[in-house]
């Protein structure tokens, strides 16, 4: 065994690089800042009670403004938020006109309270702010649409957490039989706006950061650059640092689901067309599962399909193939995907492949200190099976900023013309690239995490209905 530390990788942004969103934003500005032409109003449109809207009003209005850090002795991990304005990092400023917000009715909100079956209270929720949302992106012009859950109705359709947390939107990606997912998928067949969930409980505000809400400024953090990737196909917030030296590549992550009776499993497709995180959504097709170890596979015909699909994609935004082929999986390859896949590259005359699965290991490292090991730490087990730590202390943070002992990715390359070091940072890498979050150390690549996080709210669509192509509308 080897052991190599891997660098926390830089990224891009207007006038300079830094390894953190938070800082290369307020030291540089976002990415896209010096584009022209560009927006910098976005418009929002807003549902929720006239409580709720008045509380995003007064949120509004104040992280317009700097907001001050958590006091803490990790300055990096709990800076204070630069303020959402025409002056600072994003350059750009939130507009909520009267005319643009949709009231959540008290006597909406208590008919939907006083249902006790749980099922048909979310279905019921999940219309009832499907109509609105409907109503405003049919009616109004606007960027986002923000939904604001009560948090009396909250408390009835959300009742689980993960230990993943998805801090933008509170947890709501952990409602099962799912508000969130059903309301994303809901929205799709009626709407070409993004959706912004927020707690009620988020507005409130909390400066230190007590119990499970965020503190202000990190609040603000996540919230608005969610809301500004969210405005526009073309907002860049950062982008991962190029190397003019490397071939072009188009990062593919694949995952699978399974429908939501259970019975049929399906695969899902995000691809990142190159290092500024451009991507584009496919659905897959049903797939079987292997009798050995009962993990499910796509056929040769299905594998060819999905990537010659992704590669289609990326040719009309790029205007050329790419040169190299990184394919990212939650499982490992079978003899038939790895066929299929090679089919495709062998065709568009792609030499340049890279089939990578990527799991969670049970093995752990341990320092000589009270904190678990450095992010980037890598293990090389054999010649093609790595430990990658994604998470774990952070020298930038000046500590370890999780909950629970973290645990390794395994990196395994089933088939790989790039070395374990080369393909390790590119993880690393894609880690930083979810603009659904700030806090740039992420567990899974955002080719795993998109992938994952479509097919939980593809599976709410019907076979027939067409799933939006940008990642904006499903984080």
Not at 16 to 45: F, K, M, V
Not at 359 to 377: C, E, M, T, V, W
Request: hydrophobic residues 35%; contains cysteine; neutral net charge.
């Amino acid at each position: 065994m080897e052991f190599v530390y891997i660098s926390e990788p830089l990224l891009d942004f207007a006038n300079g690089d830094h390894i953190c969103p938070r800082a290369g934003i307020s030291e540089h500005s976002t990415y896209d800042a010096n584009n022209q032409p560009r927006r910098d109003n976005i418009y929002l449109g807003a549902i929720g009670t006239n409580k709720n809207i008045e509380s995003l009003k007064l949120w509004l209005n104040k992280i317009i403004s700097p907001v001050n850090p958590k006091l803490s002795n990790q300055p990096n991990l709990f800076p204070g938020f630069i303020g959402f304005n025409k002056e600072s990092g994003f350059k750009s400023e939130f507009v909520l006109g009267d005319n643009n917000l949709k009231p959540l009715l008290s006597k909406e909100e208590n008919q939907i309270l006083r249902i006790t079956e749980p099922i048909k209270r979310i279905e019921e929720a999940v219309k009832l702010y499907g109509e609105k949302i409907k109503f405003l992106a049919q009616n109004r012009t606007l960027e986002v649409i923000i939904c604001i859950i009560p948090d009396k109705l909250f408390s009835k359709l959300s009742t689980q957490r993960s230990g993943e947390e998805d801090q933008a939107e509170d947890h709501l990606d952990d409602i099962e039989t799912n508000f969130r997912r059903m309301l994303k998928a809901e929205i799709m067949k009626h709407s070409n706006i993004p959706v912004q969930i927020v707690r009620e409980n988020t507005l409130k505000g909390n400066p230190d950061g007590t119990g499970s809400t965020q503190d202000d400024a990190t609040t603000a953090w996540n919230l608005c650059t969610a809301l500004y990737y969210k405005s526009s196909n073309n907002t860049i917030p950062w982008k991962l640092k190029s190397d003019h030296n490397k071939p072009l590549t188009c990062y593919v992550g694949i995952s699978f689901y399974r429908s939501r009776d259970k019975t049929i499993i399906y695969s899902s497709l995000a691809q990142v067309f190159d290092e500024m995180g451009r991507n584009v959504i496919l659905r897959g097709t049903p797939v079987k599962t292997d009798k050995d170890d009962r993990k499910p596979y796509l056929d040769t015909t299905q594998a060819y399909e999905l990537l010659n699909s992704a590669v289609n994609e990326y040719r009309i935004a790029m205007n050329t193939n790419p040169a190299r082929l990184v394919i990212h999986k939650t499982s490992h390859f079978s003899k038939e995907e790895a066929e299929g896949f090679n089919g495709v590259s062998e065709d568009l005359r792609i030499q340049l492949v890279d089939l990578v699965s990527i799991n969670d290991s049970n093995i752990r490292l341990f320092r000589r200190s009270a904190y678990p090991p450095y992010r980037g730490s890598m293990i090389y087990l054999d010649n093609q099976k790595s430990l990658l730590y994604t998470r774990g202390s952070v020298p930038f943070f000046q500590t370890y900023p999780g909950k629970y002992i973290p645990q390794p990715l395994e990196i395994q390359a089933f088939q790989s013309e790039s070395s374990s070091n080369q393909i390790c940072e590119e993880i690393l890498a894609l880690t930083k690239m979810n603009w659904n979050n700030t806090q740039f150390d992420r567990k899974y690549p955002v080719t795993i995490e998109c992938a994952r996080n479509v097919g939980k709210i593809i599976k709410y669509l019907n076979p027939n209905d067409t799933p939006q192509a940008s990642y904006r509308f499903y984080m």
